[in-house]
């Protein structure tokens, strides 16, 4: 049996694609720190004997037993109130722990996948953004921590791939969402899910008008799955072009949630990119392509889970505890 290594394996995307290599026959070593994962997105598949997983920070050295055919680097907080509490494991998992899975890579003759984000194009000034497009990033800006760790991450992959021969490929996720998503981790969809069952306003930043194209996560890991089995060695968008103001966004999940929440508007964070949307000619043309989930029916799943969740999920206010981690 080929056996492939998942980082971030307890997280919102790790867990997706632990599933989608046991179903597709592979026996899976989730790695994972559980500083923003959660245990209880992979407790289904504790009980698999495909499955192992294991408690370990790849910004430290990493090895596992035997042989390896792919490894999957999806570890990383990635939500821009994550980079803010933990700016310096943002900054280690992406860079120190990108390096140390490239020589894994390279002793076991592995392919590996590195998730690369639409942040490496900062707050665009092309749009929709191609994967030719340098970006506009501020490196010290609140978001700076993530993005340039997520640009190092591409530059030491290309330099892995050209001075060591290693085989790899570069993803470039934009918005996603689905089941899983960490219900109080700041991003824009379980904010505003959260709000409305818990009867809240909801808190749009700014005036509403930048916008976002949000990808349901099974379209995400079909293309995922895609590009690492493909030829294609340079970076490439995955993502749903499918734009929304966050302003109408706000909308949607009223109507979605039926109630009859207000909609509050606060300030815009420092450097939250005006406009976003994927350019994905690539990925048709190359991976055959494109998403299929429309965003009534992924959200209508979303809401599904997160309504599934306790009410102490619903009204912690933390979801995770860096105490430990912040020294490191
Ligand atoms: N946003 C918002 N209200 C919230 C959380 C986020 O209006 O409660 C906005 C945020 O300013 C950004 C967009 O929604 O413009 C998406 O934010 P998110 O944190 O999900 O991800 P980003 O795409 O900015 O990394």
């Not at 490894?71 to 990108?98: E, M, N, R, W």
């Not at 191609?130 to 501020?138: A, S």
Request: negative net charge.
């Amino acid at each position: 049996m080929e056996q492939v290594l998942i980082t971030g394996a307890a997280g919102f995307l790790g867990s997706h694609l632990c599933e989608r290599f046991l179903d597709e026959g592979y026996r899976v070593i989730g790695m994972d720190n559980l500083i923003t994962g959660n245990l209880t997105n992979i407790e289904h598949l504790m009980l698999n004997e495909n499955f192992v997983f294991s408690n370990h920070d790849v910004s430290d050295f990493v090895n596992v037993p035997g042989k390896l055919k792919y490894i999957l680097h999806f570890a990383s907080p990635a939500s821009p109130i994550d980079y803010l509490k933990i700016p310096i494991q943002t900054l280690k998992v992406s860079s120190l722990g990108t390096h140390n899975l490239l020589g894994l890579a390279k002793d076991k003759n592995a392919r590996i996948i590195v998730a690369s984000t639409s942040e490496v194009y900062g707050d665009p000034t092309v749009h929709p953004q191609p994967e030719e497009y340098w970006g506009n990033v501020n490196p010290v800006g609140p978001r700076g921590v993530y993005d340039e760790a997520k640009r190092f991450q591409e530059a030491i992959t290309m330099a892995y791939q050209n001075f060591h021969d290693v085989e790899t490929r570069i993803i470039r996720i934009f918005n996603t969402y689905g089941p899983r998503m960490r219900l109080n981790d700041g991003r824009v969809l379980p904010a505003f899910i959260g709000q409305a069952l818990r009867g809240e306003s909801l808190t749009v930043f700014g005036d509403g008008s930048q916008t976002r194209s949000f990808c349901y996560v099974d379209d995400l890991v079909e293309g995922i799955y895609r590009l690492l089995l493909s030829d294609y060695t340079l970076p490439m968008n995955i993502g749903n072009p499918d734009e929304i103001t966050i302003g109408d966004f706000a909308e949607e999940i009223i109507k979605l949630t039926d109630t009859d929440q207000k909609v509050i508007y606060t300030d815009l964070p420092v450097n939250d990119p005006k406009q976003r949307q994927p350019d994905i000619t690539k990925a048709r043309s190359i991976l055959d392509w494109e998403p299929k989930v429309n965003r009534a029916e992924g959200l209508k799943i979303t809401y599904e889970y997160f309504k599934s969740l306790s009410s102490d999920e619903l009204y912690k206010t933390e979801h995770n505890d860096f105490t430990d981690y912040i020294k490191k």
